[in-house]
C-alpha cells in the first residue's frame, strides 16, 4: 500500500517505563503513518495505556524517545505535545463537570475578544464539533448532568478541536452503544483521510476489524504482534494477547430453568420508563439490552429500590414488593451490580474484606454491633478463592487491584450471602478478554446455582452467547422478547432501535 | 504495582507522625529551661491543657471520616456549659444537669444533621448558622455573664484527680477508646468509611446512608456538650464566651493526625497524636517564652509543615 512507503509520522523508540517493581512498558519501538488507523490491543496490565500516556506526556517515561516528523517530542510535558498536534482521548473522562460542553471543549483555547471570552464564537464551534459527531448537546447544561455517553463524545469533540496530527483514543467506545460508536468510527476515518495518525486503544475485536488497518498487541509491556489487520483472526489475536489459545469465548450453558422469581408488570417512571414487563426465572439468565439511554439501567434501579417507580407491581416470589431503599431489596436477596464500578459500587479506598461484607454487615453484627471479624475473614478469604481474586489478601485495599478483579469483587459481595436475584449492570464493560471469560463463568456459576440473573448489555455477543432470554428496550418501552436461541444480532440492533415489526 | 516508595510512605504515614512528635519534645527538652518541659508535672498539665480539644477532636475525627464538617463545636461547649453550670447552680444533682447539658449538645448537633439530610445543606454551611446560633442562645441564657459560684460536686469534674492524673484526662481517655473501638470494630464504623469513602456506593449496597449522618452530628453534638461540661467545671463557671475557636483547633488536631478531609480515611489514634502535638507546641512555646503573637504564627506553621508532609504520599 501506498502508506507504508511513506515515512513515518510519529516515531518511538525504546520507551522503557516501571512502575515501582513492575516493568509496564518494556523497550517498545513502533511507528505510525499518516492516514493510518491503528488498533492496540493487550489484556489490562499489557501497557498500552502507559505507553500512550507517555506519548501524549501525561507521563515521563523512564527512558526513550518520541519523534514527530524527525523531531523529539518533550516527554512528560502534555501542554507542548498537545500543541504539537499529538492529542489523547483518555479512558477516564475528564471533564470539569460545573461548566457546559462547549466550555469543556475551548478550556485551555478559550475563543477570544480582547480580555473577555467569546461566548457566541466558542458556542458555534462547539456545535460543528458535536454535530460532526450527531450529538445533540444541550450546551446550556453542566456537563455532569449529561448521561455518560454524551460526556464521552464531549470529550472526543475537545480532542478534536485542536489542530491533530496523531489521534490516541483509549477504549473510547467503552460508554458508548454501537450506533455512537459507529457515528465516531466515522469521524475517524474522516480524520485518517485528511492524514492524521490514529491509534486506538480497544478490548472490542468487532470494532478492530470494521476500523483498524493496522494492528499492534501488547502483553507484559512488550509489542508481540504488529501487522496489516487482514492477517490475524480474532483467535490468533485473543491468543496474542492471553499469551496462551483461548478456546472459547463463552462457558457452555448447562442451566435448569424453573419457577418464576421475580415478575415485573407495567413499570413505568416517564419519561424514562414506560410500561416495561417482564417475568424473571430462577437459574435463568435474561438480558436487557439496547441502546444507551433506552431506560435498561433506569429499570434495574428501579427493581433495586434506587429510584422510585410511579405505576407498575414487581413480584418477588408470588408477593407484591416495593423497595423503599437499596437496603431493603438486599434482604429480600436482590443483589445489584451497577455499571460504574468505581463511582457506584465499590469504595476505592476500603479493603477487599470491607468492600465484601458492605452489604451484609448485619449478618456479622454481634452484640452492640461488633463485628464478627473471624467469620468475616472465612467468608471474604472463601468467595476470594472460588473467584480467584488475584489479590495480595483480604486487606488490600480495592483500588490496587485490576479491573476484572475488582469487577469480581463486586460479584463476590453479593455471593457471600445466598442472593435469589442478582440485576447486573454491563457486567463486562472495560474489562479484558481474559477477565471476560471469568466474569461469564461466574454468571453461569450462578445460574446453575438456581441465581436469577438479569444482565443489562448492549454489548450484543455477549447478550447472544450468554442469555436464555432476551428483552430489547427502545426509548423506555419494551419492542421486544426472544428466546436467545432465536435471536440474530441484526434483529436485536432493529428491535434496539425502535424497528417493531 | 506500587512497591518500594509506598511502602516507605505506608510507613511514614503510620510512624513518621510519632517519630515527628518525639523529635519535637526533644528539641523541646533542650530548648527550654531545664527541668520544666521534661518532667512529669508538665506531662500531666499537657495532658489536662488538651483534654476538652481531645474529646471534640474525637468527634470531629467520625464527622470528617463521614466527609462532612463541624463548625458549630465552639459554640455547643459555650452553650451546654452554662446550662449545665446553671442548673448545678440552682442545685440540681450533677448527674441530671450534666445529661441535660449532653442533651442540649446532642439537640444542636441533632438539628446540624437534620438541615444536612433533609434540607441537603452543605454540613459546613449548616453547622456555621448552628454556630452562630448557639452562640446567641449561650448569650441569651445568661444575659452575657458567665455563672459562677459552682458546687465542689461538679467542679471535682475539671479539677479533681484520680490517683495521679486529673479527671478531665480519664475521661478524654474513656472517649478515645470508645471512638477508637467503635470506628474500628463495630458495623457502624465500618459503614462510617464507606459512606465518607463513597457515598453512592454506600447507599446502593444498603446503607442507610440519612440515619448514618444524624447519628455521627448527634454523637458529635453530645461530646461538645461534654467538652463544655469539662471546661465549665475546670473553669469553675459557665462562661457564654468560651469555647470561641474550639471547633478550629479540634480539625487541626484531626488533620494533623492524618484523617483525610475528603472522607473515609484515618482514625482516631491519629487524632490523638494531632492534639498531643497541638498541646506540646502550646506548652513549649509558653516555656520557651516566646510571644502570644509569634505563638500564633509558629503553630500555624505546624499545622501546615505536619499536614503537607501527610500528603507528600501522593
Known sequence: ?501 | MKCAPQLFLGAWRRWGLVGAFLLFCAFLAVATPSGTFLSGRNAVFVLLQISVNTVLAAGMTMVILSKGIDLSVGSVVALSGVVGADLVAQGMPVPVAAAVALGVGALVGLINGMSIVFLRVAPFIATLATMTAARGMAYLYTDGISIGNLPGAFTFWGNGRIGPLPVPVFVAAVVVVLTALVLGRTIFGRRLYALGGNEEAARLAGVRVGGMKLTVYTVMGALAGLGGLLLAARLGAGDPKAGQLFELTAIAAVVVGGTSLTGGRGGVWGTVLGALIIGVLDNGLVLMDVSAFWQMVVKGLVILGAVALDRGRS
Open chain 1, 1 to 501: 500500500m501506498s502508506a507504508a512507503a511513506e515515512p513515518a509520522l510519529l516515531t518511538i523508540q525504546g520507551l522503557d517505563h516501571h512502575f515501582g517493581g513492575v516493568h509496564a512498558v518494556a523497550q517498545v519501538d513502533l511507528e505510525f503513518r499518516g492516514g493510518e488507523i491503528c488498533a492496540l490491543l493487550g489484556e489490562n496490565g499489557a501497557g498500552k495505556s502507559t505507553l500512550m500516556k507517555a506519548v501524549a506526556g501525561a507521563l515521563r517515561p523512564d527512558r526513550g524517545e518520541v519523534r514527530l516528523d524527525g523531531t523529539p517530542l518533550r516527554l512528560g510535558d502534555p501542554g507542548a505535545i498537545r500543541a504539537r498536534g499529538v492529542n489523547l482521548i483518555y479512558q477516564e473522562l475528564n471533564l470539569v463537570g460545573p461548566l457546559s460542553a462547549d466550555e469543556n471543549i475551548a478550556l485551555g483555547r478559550e475563543a477570544r475578544r480582547g480580555p473577555f471570552v467569546d461566548r457566541t464564537r466558542q458556542r458555534k464551534r462547539a456545535a460543528v464539533l458535536l454535530r460532526q459527531l450527531h450529538a445533540r448537546t444541550d450546551l446550556d447544561r453542566p456537563v455532569d448532568e449529561l448521561p455518560v455517553a454524551e460526556q464521552q463524545l464531549v470529550e472526543i469533540a475537545r480532542a478534536l478541536a485542536g489542530e491533530s496530527r496523531v489521534l490516541i483514543m483509549d477504549e473510547p467506545t467503552s460508554a458508548l452503544s454501537d450506533r455512537e460508536a459507529g457515528r465516531l468510527f466515522a469521524v475517524v476515518r474522516q480524520l485518517a483521510a485528511q492524514g492524521v495518525a490514529v491509534v486506538f486503544i480497544t478490548h472490542r475485536l468487532d470494532e478492530v476489524a470494521e476500523l483498524a488497518d493496522r494492528i499492534v498487541v501488547m502483553r507484559d509491556g512488550a509489542v508481540v504482534v504488529d501487522g496489516p489487520q487482514t492477517e490475524f483472526t480474532h483467535a490468533d489475536l485473543i491468543q496474542a494477547m492471553v499469551g496462551r489459545p483461548l478456546d472459547r469465548q463463552f462457558p457452555e450453558r448447562q442451566r435448569n430453568v424453573g419457577e418464576v422469581v421475580l415478575r415485573v408488570e407495567g413499570l413505568s417512571s416517564p419519561p424514562r420508563v414506560h410500561d416495561v414487563g417482564f417475568e424473571l426465572h430462577s437459574g435463568e439468565i435474561l438480558a436487557l439490552t439496547g441502546l444507551v439511554g433506552a431506560g435498561r439501567t433506569d429499570v434495574g434501579r428501579m427493581l433495586f429500590g434506587i429510584d422510585p417507580h410511579t405505576a407498575g407491581t414487581i413480584c418477588l416470589d408470588g408477593e407484591l414488593v416495593a423497595f423503599g431503599h437499596p437496603s431493603e431489596a438486599s434482604r429480600a436477596g436482590l443483589g445489584w451490580i451497577s455499571e460504574d464500578r468505581k463511582g457506584e459500587a465499590l469504595v476505592l479506598g476500603m479493603s477487599v474484606l470491607a468492600n465484601l461484607t458492605l452489604p451484609h454487615l448485619r449478618c456479622y453484627g454481634r452484640a452492640a454491633g461488633w463485628i464478627d471479624r473471624e467469620a468475616e475473614l472465612d467468608d471474604a478469604g472463601r468467595q476470594i478463592e472460588q473467584l480467584r481474586i488475584r489479590t495480595t489478601g483480604p486487606e488490600q485495599q480495592v483500588s490496587e487491584l485490576s479491573g476484572g478483579n475488582q469487577q469480581k469483587v463486586a460479584f463476590a459481595r453479593w455471593l457471600v450471602r445466598d442472593c435469589r436475584v442478582l440485576i447486573c449492570d454491563e457486567p463486562t464493560r472495560g474489562i479484558d478478554v481474559g477477565g471476560r471469560y471469568e466474569i461469564y463463568e461466574l454468571l453461569e456459576r450462578l445460574a446453575r446455582r438456581g441465581v436469577a440473573v438479569l444482565m443489562i448489555s448492549s454489548d450484543l455477543p455477549e447478550v447472544l452467547g450468554l442469555a436464555d432470554r432476551i428483552v430489547v428496550m427502545h426509548e423506555g418501552s419494551v419492542t421486544g422478547e426472544s428466546a436467545a436461541s432465536d435471536a440474530t444480532q441484526e434483529r436485536l440492533l432493529e428491535l434496539a432501535m425502535g424497528h417493531v415489526t
